[in-house]
């Protein structure tokens, strides 16, 4: 993504999940606290990112698929 566009999105996603920030593990640079998300990442704690196209064609990506698990405790966005 363009940072412009990744900055964005970090802050809207860190702002809208109930997630515990961690310190960022290269190569990502937005991690959280993996406690109490689940085995499947999902639910009300991880955000669900909507990106709107140009042309208006959204494209949804759930927890689970924006999320990467670099070790037992913590994950990272995975933009």
Excluded: E, T
């Amino acid at each position: 993504l363009h940072s412009s566009v990744y900055k964005a999105l970090v802050l809207a996603f860190a702002g809208k999940g109930k997630m515990v920030k961690a310190p960022a593990v290269k190569p990502f640079g937005s991690c959280f606290s993996s406690k109490g998300l689940g085995k499947w990442m999902m639910g009300s704690r991880v955000p669900v990112i909507d990106l709107v196209l140009s042309g208006g064609a959204k494209w949804r990506i759930y927890g689970s698929n924006s999320l990467v698990k670099v070790n037992k405790d913590v994950v990272c966005l995975g933009f």
